[in-house]
């Protein structure tokens, strides 16, 4: 049973226009969220992260958005250009240090 | 340059030849940690480590071995490979406690074919 969800294996989005990575999670007791940014070849790279005492956090281009009532996180990327071209993963801890991964969107920007 | 090492990049073994996949991190991070990768199921954890001499079992430990004799090196031991462990292999480390502890850092990952 995977407790962090991302639904779309996909995303496509035209550069200039907003992309959005969307991660759903089944356990209350997650406190900390975290969206990871991977290139092929490469090890997984943190982007951005959220507490669940906040419902929005912005840092550049990147602005995640935490529903809890929902149990929905959303990555919002604006404006969205070719390097934002990757695999996105969503995981979440309930701060014992242990991260659960969704299974990752890759996402692709087109020109 | 703060970074997290693993070696070897690429691997093709035969069933049932021990193999150690190794980990380096420059950082002193105390937390140091085992992923498997594999298509449609995201990151899951093989096992990690707290501290020095303080290994425990993620969700996917069976077949694997790990070692903390250092703070800085986490080697993966497979015993006996076999052909369901073949993956791409992540390892990761951070600090415990503050305002980054959840923050980890990958290396560059090891794709492992067992034959």
């Known amino acids: 049973d995977q407790q962090v969800k991302q639904n779309s294996p996909s995303l496509s989005v035209q550069e200039g226009r907003i992309s959005i990575l969307n991660c759903d999670y089944t356990n209350s007791m997650f406190d900390y969220f975290l969206w990871y940014k991977k290139y092929p070849a490469e090890g997984p790279t943190f982007l951005i992260s959220?507490?669940?005492i906040k419902d929005k956090n912005e840092d550049g281009r990147f602005t995640v958005f935490l529903n809890k009532s929902a149990k929905h996180l959303s990555l919002h990327i604006v404006p969205s250009q070719p390097g934002d071209s990757a695999v996105y993963f969503c995981?979440?801890?309930?701060?014992?240090?242990?991260?659960?991964w969704g299974a990752g969107t890759k996402l692709i920007i087109k020109p | 340059e703060a970074q997290v090492t693993q070696n070897p990049r690429y691997l093709i073994t035969v069933t049932g030849k021990k193999l150690t996949v190794t980990c380096s991190q420059n950082m002193n991070h105390e937390y140091m940690s085992w992923y498997r990768q594999d298509p449609g199921l995201g990151l899951r954890q093989i096992y990690y480590?707290?501290?020095?001499?303080?290994?425990d079992k993620g969700d996917v430990p069976e077949g694997y071995k790990v070692s903390r004799k250092e703070k800085r090196n986490f080697p993966l031991i497979l015993e006996s490979p076999s052909p369901n462990q073949t993956s791409l292999y992540f390892c990761?480390?951070?600090?415990?406690?503050?305002?980054?502890?959840?923050?980890?850092?990958f290396g560059p990952g090891t794709r492992l074919t067992v034959l």
């Open positions: 480590s707290m501290n020095v001499e303080v290994t």
């Open positions: 995981a979440a801890t309930d701060s014992n240090y242990q991260l659960i």
């Open positions: 959220i507490s669940s």
């Open positions: 990761a480390s951070s600090f415990i406690g503050g305002r980054n502890a959840n923050e980890q850092f």
